[in-house]
Each structure stands twice: as structure tokens, then as C-alpha cells.
């Protein structure tokens, strides 16, 4: 199957870190994605590992791959109210490369 | 420099009416994916054309075609539209169709069919 599931609701207070998760099945994926979607526009590119990765760092996100368990985590740090959107994940394979979506985790966070 | 453009912004449409949807790439991208955001989903993939050939296609009815012009830029068509076909079009670039170039992604075209 080529199900990318994430969890649908996160809520975070101002200062504390997130961790948005998300299962793929598709153990073939070579490309894992996060890109954050605020209300009304369209995506923007966070960050991505390759699949022979277990960490990736970039400011205040880190990505975490268990390719065992097929689980990817995108950690923000010191969470900030601008950070308030909604985060998908994505995997891309296969032949023709296209990407694969969850639907998406919303990202709230309270003062 | 200029990001992904698409237009129009929005558009409202009558049921059996078609559509044609506009995107440019960013300046050096070969690669042009398009695809649908229906309300509360992740992005469905529907077409990727590269060096103006269809290189992939997703799981959408004939109804729905597309094109990329010599100048990189790509057309969306739909045909005979449905109500379900209301949603975000949203078409991505990337430099080309290798998995290791990044996608970047425009703001959408939001389609409303009544």
C-alpha cells in the first residue's frame, strides 16, 4: 500500500517543543518529506532526510528516521505561534517520483 | 527570484463547464507535477511532466489532462466538471525528475464547481 498515516491534531503551549509523527508503508521510499502548510496558501518545504539517515538537524527542526519501524518524527524546538499550521508528511518512490501525502497534522499553539 | 506561480488565484465553475489551470516554474526548473488538495486531505498526485512529457500520472479520470510548453510552463485542463472536482490545484517544480531534486510547491489555484 502506499498509506503515509500522521496523527491529525497537536496542540503545544508557546516555548515547549513539538514532535509531529508519521508512519509510512512503502519501505522502498528513498526521500522522506515535511512541509508546513499555513491557511490559505500553499506548501513550503521544511526539511527532508534520504533513507540511509537516522538524523537530520536544521535550526530548530530535527528529523527522526526509524526506517526498521517505518516511522519518521519532525521535533520543532521552542515552539513559536508562527510555527501554528499544518505539517505533512511525504514520502517519494517509486518509478515515477511523485510524493506521497499523510493528511496532515495541525499544529496549534497557545500563548 | 520569482517562486512558483499559478493562476488564477481562484476560480468558481458550473458543473459540466471545463477549466484550464496555469502554472509557471521557478527559472531553471525542467520539471512541472501537478496535483489536488481536497479540503482537510494531504495532496492527491495527478500528472508530472518533464522536458514537456508526461512522465507520470496518478489515479484521476481521463477527464483530466495537462501539458508543459516548450518555456517549462504547464496547463491543467478538467473537463465536464463534477462537484467533487472543487479543491486546491496545486502544481509543484523541481530542477528535474530525479527522487534527489526537491519539489517546491506554488500557492494553488482554489477551484470551487457549483
Known amino acids: 500500500g502506499e498509506d503515509v498515516e500522521q496523527s491529525l491534531f497537536l496542540s503545544v503551549r508557546e516555548g515547549d517543543s513539538s514532535v509531529i509523527n508519521c508512519t509510512y508503508t512503502d519501505s522502498s521510499s528513498t526521500y522522506l518529506y515535511w512541509y508546513k502548510q499555513e491557511p490559505g496558501a500553499g506548501l513550503q518545504l521544511l526539511t527532508y532526510i534520504f533513507s540511509n539517515m537516522d538524523m537530520k538537524q536544521d535550526q530548530r527542526l530535527t528529523v527522526l528516521l526509524n526506517k526498521k519501524d517505518k516511522h519518521l518524527s519532525l521535533r520543532i524546538a521552542d515552539t513559536q505561534t508562527g510555527d501554528s499550521a499544518i505539517y505533512f508528511c511525504a514520502e517519494r518512490q517509486g518509478s515515477q517520483g511523485n510524493l506521497i501525502f499523510g493528511k496532515g497534522t495541525k499544529l496549534s499553539v497557545k500563548p | 527570484d520569482a517562486g512558483v506561480t499559478q493562476s488564477p488565484t481562484h476560480l468558481i465553475k458550473t458543473r459540466g463547464q471545463h477549466v484550464t489551470l496555469r502554472c509557471s516554474p521557478i527559472?531553471?526548473?525542467?520539471?512541472v507535477s501537478w496535483y489536488q488538495q481536497v479540503l482537510g486531505q494531504g495532496p492527491q498526485f495527478i500528472f508530472q511532466?518533464?522536458?514537456?512529457?508526461?512522465?507520470g500520472r496518478g489515479n484521476f479520470p481521463d477527464r483530466f489532462s495537462a501539458r508543459q510548453f516548450p518555456n517549462y510552463s504547464s496547463e491543467l485542463n478538467v473537463n465536464a466538471l463534477l462537484l467533487g472536482d472543487s479543491a486546491l490545484y496545486l502544481c509543484a517544480s523541481s530542477l528535474g525528475q530525479a527522487l534527489f531534486y526537491e519539489q517546491y510547491f506554488g500557492p494553488g489555484t482554489r477551484l470551487t464547481v457549483t
Open positions: 527559472s531553471g526548473h525542467k520539471s
Open positions: 511532466y518533464y522536458e514537456k512529457e508526461e512522465r
